[in-house]
């Protein structure tokens, strides 16, 4: 490369009066010679377009990055104590040059030692519990995950980060929120879409969020911390049971659904979002609740579905059914035999949408109304894949039915939010129309 | 009701300086006496809160909303000839103000009484095809429903305007546009969140941006024609293979995903959203493909899915599988050998991703290359259901597997984008990093 730099060189790049440091990197699969791509020191990669003018530096050796133990308790004592569990997914990984190819190769220790700064916030300890691609994941290694966590909070933990793949994210902060109840301290999720030794990681800012929310976020729930937007500028707190991610590969792939965020991270500050929420409290007693029936199916319905899917999942054993409907909560007339019964089986079934934002409302149409009838349980504007998790938590908290619907039906954990409190009809003016004129939006 | 007017009447409103004219109609099931519901001759209904000052005055008779039949087509000669054809919906439905139920009562005919001014867009002839809730329908109501639109192009419309339910449309006009290839006209679908006698009704605003989208609209495509947003300023067309209802309940519930909508109905002109579209051409000959293969199932996947689920599809004799996976395209390994033999025993099984906006790329990971290797057909950025739809028109124009693999990959009508057509490395710049400083979003 010009100027004599190697990959790991720290380097000063001086351009248009502008001047960046950083540890040059690798450019990756971009094959672009038009740019240099370098992390700067606030974790972030950067790239930099080179002109005829730009001039590049070395100012300091290879510095590969590889595992460096983090500074003992004893430096900076002041600081909370924060445990990151990794569990794999991209932002545990790297690209291998040679092949391309992504391996979950890097632990929670090397990614503290790639980004030094977490040691301002945090006293941070790490721990691999597992390497995998997180749609690998079942209900068992949730399980085992909450048992872990349980550990790390009766030893004093004053945070918890996971680091999780994307992919299958929201279902595990959705059945951790069910798992861990009376939670005294956070329990923050974070990924990245990009891995980390990629221009365009984010890693390492999702990573100093979620670290800063889990040390000092006033709040003691389960969330996701990721990209709030494309930029690097805010990472914004998910409450686990309400996120999904909503984008293959953006960076603000995740989104908040049928209610506001609980808090984001900005300019090192965690800022709350929710108006309510369960506050820090480290003499509060975590109740671990973290047994979950897998026998437990999620079945989306589409035009001209057969019965026969819901009839061989009965035949096959399943002790639930989370139905994703269609608007309000409808399966075709020719499935509810099927469903009628499955639930004289004894399955539970309950009713999503697949139209993801809103909520159901199964009282407004024959179908819905009959299925109603048979015992459906409408599950308001539960995320779908949310519901899966819940239903399959439930059945594992009790082997009584009514007691499982009952549960199922209370809101445990965020999963449901109130109906917008409005008096009926109270109207939500339209701007064209005039003083005193107003259409509903709230109710069909 | 005070000042003696009934429902039905036609009444002027006076309050705050403003006047306000259009029929009484029933305030339905808001249960609210501070609020008098009129449509007014736009179409749209409103709601006015009375207070001491309102004046309500009976300026005409009643006149119940009841068939009325069009004029005939020699009134208004120079008008566009469309074709408004009854599927049943909320469109065509109507509360029934003794049970609160909705039933689907109402026709086209009965739609186009309502809204007089369609009269001045189009000449307009109604038929009842269907009066079905959206959820019943199946992929032999798209096949008569393309026959019957086949007849009417045949026949020497200008437009077709098909009313359907909300909660399968974007499934029928995925289904439309493989149906109806080399289409001369526009085919517009069109629905309500609100029955037609909710003061909140969409009905008549889409209908009217509809037909005028039928009449005049320069393209040539499906489309779903429904709110822009929750006001009723503007109808957006979107295309029919990339449409997805994205909300149970908001009149804005419609969504073009991975692509820009066709065209907008504003101030009764359509205006082209899209830079590329297939123009309008009454010279055009109509090739109708509507055959569909139902042994098609969709299988959204989640964390702990049974590869038992893949097997007993496979054994029921179905042809194809659409796979939602998790992000870029993957499920767990350990549905793998099922996926292999799926197959292997003949089936197509096509990968999409249950993040609904992105594309997927099954390069990146094991579990998505190991897919590939097995012969999974990953689709690009196509919706699930525009998936599921175009392997059961696919499998319905081919029994030979390589040749509907082919016509799955192709981009027939509209349902794959194409990736953003930007040079590698062409910054989306940051705007905190300064100049010359990007991070790339388009890639991974």
Known sequence: MESGTEIGDLIRVAKDRLTYEGILIPRSEYGDDKHIV????????????????????????????????????????????????????????????????????????????????LSDIALIDTVILFSLFS?????????????????????????????HGTDTMGYTAAAL?????????????????????????????????????????????????????????????????????????????????????VAKVLNGEVIMLASKFHPRDLRRKLVLKHDFEEKVALIKFYPGMSPEIIKSLVEAGYKGLILEGTGLGHVRRECLPAVKNAIDKGLIVAMTSQCIWGRVNMNVYANGRDLIAMGVVPLQDMLAETALVKLMWALGQTKDKDEAVSLLETNVAGEISPRTVEPVQTPETVATEGRGISVDESRL
């Open 38 to 117: 370098i992390k700067i020191k606030s974790g972030y990669n950067i790239g930099i377009e080179i002109t005829p003018t730009t001039r590049i530096e070395r100012i300091g050796a290879k510095t590969k990055p590889a595992f460096v133990p983090p500074p003992s308790p004893s430096q900076k004592p002041g600081l909370p104590e924060v445990i990151i569990v990794s569990t794999g997914g991209t932002i545990a990984s790297r690209v291998d040059y040679r092949t391309g190819a992504v391996r979950p190769a890097i632990s929670a220790s090397d990614l503290y030692s790639i980004v030094p700064e």
């Open 177 to 261: 929120s069910f798992a861990l109840q009376n939670l005294p301290i956070p329990v923050v999720f974070v990924g990245a879409q990009r891995s980390e030794d990629r221009p365009s990681s984010d890693a390492a800012s999702n990573l100093v969020g979620a670290v800063k929310a889990a040390a000092s976020a006033p709040f003691a729930e389960v969330v996701v911390a990721m990209h709030e937007t494309i930029s690097d500028e805010a990472i914004v707190l998910h409450k686990g049971t309400k996120v999904r991610k909503c984008h293959t590969s953006r960076r603000d792939a995740f989104k908040t659904v049928n209610a506001s965020p």
């Open 135 to 163: 749609e690998d994941l079942t209900p068992r290694h949730w399980s085992e995950l909450a048992g872990a966590i349980g550990r790390y909070v009766a030893g004093g933990a004053e945070g918890i980060v996971v680091t």
